[in-house]
């Protein structure tokens, strides 16, 4: 990987795609929240996307990128 630019596009490749996935699926939850009384399977999906979302997923991609977002935005000040 080379940090030859000052974008962090650039310089985070996949990881920011990572986190434009994870961004569009936190407003996916977001969004079935206002559902989630109606109906009991969409509670069920919730409940799961909410669990693995906000205490595993993004914790685990930050935990093991963290050196790439640390030389990236060293780079950008």
Do not use: Q
């Not at 030859?4 to 650039?10: L, M, P």
């Not at 109906?39 to 963290?66: D, P, Q, S, V």
């Amino acid at each position: 990987m080379g940090y030859e630019s000052d974008s962090i596009v650039d310089n985070l490749g996949s990881m920011f795609m990572y986190l434009g996935g994870f961004i569009g699926l936190i407003a996916f939850v977001l969004l079935i929240r206002f559902l989630k009384n109606k109906y009991e399977w969409i509670n069920k999906i919730y409940t799961y996307l909410a669990n693995l979302i906000f205490w595993n997923m993004i914790l685990r991609m930050f935990l093991e990128g963290y050196m790439e977002y640390t030389i990236t935005s060293l780079m950008n000040i």
